[in-house]
């Protein structure tokens, strides 16, 4: 799908060495290295994405350091489409695809850093009224193509609605932070 939707596939590969992390900051020629372009190309999608506001340039030395622009207005729904082009993003997409009953899967930062503040953090949030075992059972072939742990929790709607009502501590831990929504609508965590 984006490289449908992106015309160049240097600006696809490097907006995606950004949105994979948003702590990342690369010069050019390392970035070259990275991506594996030329480096008149990756220079010029450098200077689009930052003329779109998407990155921000600092002068480190003689290189020109770039890095995501925390402050750019799109930068959750960009970082939300590449995430769902990713490999572990269309491994998800087919979880949905195969088990009924899913309305809302919530992927949390916890997942993307690996970063766990708590014990009860999780990677994904399912709401919806699906079968926990298929769920499981789906959630257990993923981690074994992947070769990593899945930490998530699945609700139903109906306890998701009360529980966020009595901003239950766990709910609240993931809905306060960054997050993204891998299938539903935003307006249903409202």
Known sequence: MLKKLFISK?????????????????????????????INAVRRELLNLESAGILKSKKDGNKIVYRVNKD???????RSLFFKESPIGQKISDVVRDVEGIQLVVLTESFITGKYEHDTDVDFLFIGNMKIKDLSTAISQVEKELERQIRFSAIRKEDFDFARKKKEPFLMNILEKDKIIMFGQLSDLL
Do not use: Q, T, Y
């Open 10 to 38: 240097v600006r696809i590969c490097v907006l995606n060495e950004f949105m994979s992390d948003l702590n990342a900051s690369f010069h050019v020629r390392g970035l070259v290295r990275k991506v594996d372009e030329e």
């Open 72 to 78: 750019c207005p799109i930068l959750w729904e960009l």
